[in-house]
């Protein structure tokens, strides 16, 4: 974010503050193959997103974004191999 913005990271007396948390994650299998192995899991994450407006707290926001992504098998092996 930082890179794509003309904003100046400050440690100490922000202006505006992002912060956030995943909340809560799950990885179900689907498209299970006759071998019983799943060819796609699916990976959900919940995460609270909070704007805080130092300057102006009429701007403050708090969000919760669901996002899914299917993963095919092919790439969770070859992730397991990296790490």
Aim: zero cysteines; charged letters at 25%; hydrophobic letters at 45%.
């Amino acid at each position: 974010m930082i890179s794509e913005s003309k904003l100046v990271l400050e440690e100490r007396n922000a202006d505006i503050d992002f912060s956030g948390q995943i909340t809560e994650y799950s990885v179900r299998p689907m498209a299970i193959q006759a071998d019983a192995v799943s060819a796609e899991t699916r990976l959900t994450v919940s995460v609270k997103v909070r704007y805080r407006n130092f300057k102006d707290p009429k701007q403050n926001w708090e969000s919760s974004l669901v996002l899914m992504k299917i993963i095919q098998a092919i790439w969770i092996l070859m992730m397991l191999r990296m790490s």
